[in-house]
């Protein structure tokens, strides 16, 4: 086992991570900016070390200066939670070079599905089912407009390393096509530094529904099912939960042997999410995300089991703790992403805490970095608390998740919690009946 892990994260997740790590008598050690010294993570390490200023490029995103903390402090293995360097192979390929070991998967896989366009033809190739689209990459208007008529529209224009939501336009009609393409490229180009761009057929109203794996290195790898994240804002998920309503038994079985099938013929370790497109009964892969993911404590509550301490065995060359028969799921489990925003705009709301109370009681879990006195900064992503909730079927959950909203208290800035609190109380979202579209549709009519 590792002596020391150096967690390459902030906020929630570091905190996260840093939990797993002391549970299994691993020496931890933070790293953080100058605007994050008074954080939960850098509180709670065994060790903590500065890596730059506010700035994420020049912090977070520091491979250098996160490699000399690996060696200053001697940590042995390197979590890098989500976001971040999470999915920087080259990131991967340094540690590696240092002997440090990268809890997570293979450099190879995470190039492979951190280009959606590779991602998209390795998953064709695999055997599972894409959404209809262009072979690979639009290079100009004329292949734009013949992929786009045989598709029939709407279609959307996707860049190859978008991500977070971002680098998708949605084209209603042909006349539209070719600004909507030079537009795509050049945002492409500005935001990820790479201005390649693919169709796809725009779905017009799917659930978003993804699969949990998890593999060991000797190629043992087993599901959490899915989780349904259908409730979103520009493409970002709000809401997650698990079992989703329209998934029944027959087709969960179908999805994941199928998922962890084609996983296995690659190869794949550690932990990795496969997102699908689900519509009229038929599932469309739409990427991989080759790290752990915000919403996995869903999972984790159904399954009663513990993704990250798994995570950090398996890259220490443990087997797979369980296989799939072991691994039962019980009850309901539902995600609200707590933002630091305003709840009617969404516009970022930084600022100091100045009073924090969690919910707590049975079947509640909080995972979040704040504390009374915390200054939220403005330079990073606003999500500063995981409300998850527990319990033995959906209808009793849904309510427990009432009175967790009601119990939580956080002061002095915006949150999110407002709007949850309007949310699950619509009928749509009590009935398990909404889909992607379902949110913005409501903003435009409340
Ligand atoms: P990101 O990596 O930015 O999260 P994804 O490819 O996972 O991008 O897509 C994010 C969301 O965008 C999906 O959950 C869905 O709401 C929407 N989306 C993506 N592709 C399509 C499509 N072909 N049709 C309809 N909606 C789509």
Request: glycine share 8%; aromatic share 8%; net charge negative.
């Given at each position: 086992?590792?002596?020391?892990i ?10 996260r ?13 933070a ?6 010294k ?18 994420s ?30 999915e ?5 390929e ?27 033809e ?16 639009i290079?100009?208007?004329?292949e ?27 084209v ?6 070719d ?52 409730m ?78 798994e ?49 707590s ?11 009374s ?5 403005p330079?990073?992503?606003?999500l ?56 913005e ?6």
């Amino acid at each position: 086992m590792f002596n020391k892990i150096l967690i390459a994260n902030r906020g929630e997740i570091a905190v996260r991570v840093l939990r797993a790590c002391k549970e299994l008598g691993i020496q931890t050690v933070a790293v953080y900016s100058s605007a994050d010294k008074n954080a939960m993570h850098v509180k709670l390490a065994d060790e903590s070390v500065c890596i730059g200023p506010a700035s994420s490029l020049k912090s977070y995103l520091n491979i250098p200066a996160i490699i000399s903390a690996c060696e200053v402090s001697g940590a042995d293995a390197v979590h890098p939670g989500y976001g971040f360097l999470s999915e920087n192979f080259g990131f991967v390929e340094k540690l590696e070079a240092h002997g440090i070991k990268f809890i997570g998967p293979k450099s190879e896989h995470i190039k492979m599905m951190g280009d959606k366009i590779l991602a998209k033809e390795s998953a064709n190739n695999l055997g599972l089912p894409i959404i209809p689209g262009s072979p690979g990459e639009i290079s100009n208007t004329k292949e734009g407009l013949e992929v786009a008529s045989t598709l029939g529209y709407p279609i959307i224009i996707k860049a190859s390393s978008g991500g977070g939501g971002r680098g998708m336009i949605k084209v209603f009609k042909e006349e539209d096509l070719d600004e909507s393409l030079k537009k795509a490229s050049t945002e492409a180009e500005k935001s990820f530094n790479d201005k390649r761009v693919y169709i796809e057929k725009y779905l017009q109203n799917p659930k978003h529904i993804e699969i949990q794996v998890i593999g060991d290195e000797y190629n043992n790898i087993v599901h959490l099912g899915e989780r349904d994240c259908s409730m979103q804002r520009r493409n970002q998920k709000l809401i997650e939960e698990t079992p989703s309503v329209i998934i029944d038994d027959k087709k969960r079985d179908e999805i994941c042997s199928l998922t962890i099938n084609s996983l296995k013929t690659m190869g794949y370790c550690n932990a990795g999410t496969v997102e699908y497109l689900y519509e009229n009964g038929n599932f469309y892969f739409m990427e991989m995300n080759t790290r752990l993911q915000v919403e996995h404590p869903v999972s984790e509550e159904i399954y009663n089991f513990d993704l990250v301490k798994e995570q950090i065995k398996i890259a220490a060359k443990y087997k797979l703790s369980t296989d799939q028969d072991t691994l039962k799921s019980n009850g309901h489990s539902i995600e609200c992403r707590i933002n630091a925003e305003d709840p009617d705009s969404f516009i970022p709301s930084p600022g100091i805490i100045t009073n924090y109370h969690a919910p707590s009681g049975p079947g509640v879990r909080v995972d979040s970095n704040c504390y009374s006195g915390l200054e939220i900064s403005p330079y990073y992503d606003s999500l500063i608390a995981k409300l998850i909730v527990y319990d033995k079927d959906r209808v009793s959950c849904i309510q427990r998740l009432k009175r967790a909203l009601d119990e939580f208290v956080i002061d002095g800035i915006k949150t999110t919690i407002p709007f949850f609190q309007q949310i699950i109380n619509q009928k749509d979202f009590e009935d398990g009946s909404y889909d992607i579209n379902w949110l913005e549709n409501y903003k435009k009519n409340n």
